[in-house]
């Protein structure tokens, strides 16, 4: 017997009630705006850093992906976890790579980010940023440990993603090394 409350061995989660929903929506909107004025006071009074959306996007990832440096800077300071990955296995970094945004890559990597984190199809990344030609993220996730040779569940390297993508410029890079 599993005994579970659904009957299949996990336990029930409790319903929200409206007033809560409504309060995670306003704080998951204020990651997103990088409302670092909103945000500040909540994370004082306890408010969980790893709070995530339906999707399982947290405030970090949030912050990261729409480019807003202090509200990330902020939930990093707070103990947000540069590593949560969302649903899909996205990471913040695996945002901030496939955005290009230099800044927030190197607040991410500064704050723990692992350059050479894998997605569950084993996309790193380098991977996103090759893809995308984002050569100046492409050289710093080098520059602090990215693998070049890392592989996806299909076998491929950053550099044949860029070719697969025609970004020549990051594909050239790549045979280079």
């Known amino acids: 017997m599993n005994g579970g409350?659904?009957?299949?061995?996990?336990?029930?989660r409790p319903e929200l009630d409206a007033d809560t929903l409504a309060f995670a929506h306003r704080v998951l909107?204020?990651?997103?705006?990088?409302d670092v004025a909103e945000l500040a006071p909540l994370l004082a009074q306890g408010l969980p850093p790893n709070l995530r959306n339906?999707?399982?996007d947290s405030?970090?990832?949030?912050?990261?992906y729409h480019g807003h440096a202090a509200a990330a800077r902020l939930l990093l300071q707070h103990g947000a976890d540069p590593e949560l990955r969302n649903d899909q296995g996205q990471s913040p970094l695996d945002g901030a790579a496939y955005k290009g945004d230099t800044p927030i890559v190197q607040l991410l990597l500064d704050g723990g980010a692992n350059p050479a984190g894998a997605s569950?199809?084993?996309?790193?990344?380098l991977m996103f940023a090759a893809m995308f030609n984002r050569l100046d993220v492409m050289e710093l996730l080098l520059a602090r440990g990215a693998d070049p040779a890392a592989r996806?569940?299909?076998?491929?390297t950053a550099r044949d993603m860029a070719l697969r993508m025609g970004a020549s410029e990051a594909a050239s890079r790549l045979e280079a090394l």
């Open 120 to 125: 569950m199809d084993g996309r790193t990344p």
């Open 152 to 156: 996806d569940g299909q076998g491929l």
């Open 5 to 12: 409350a659904d009957g299949e061995g996990t336990p029930a």
């Open 54 to 56: 339906h999707k399982g």
């Open 29 to 34: 909107d204020f990651a997103r705006r990088g």
């Open 59 to 64: 405030l970090l990832m949030l912050a990261s």
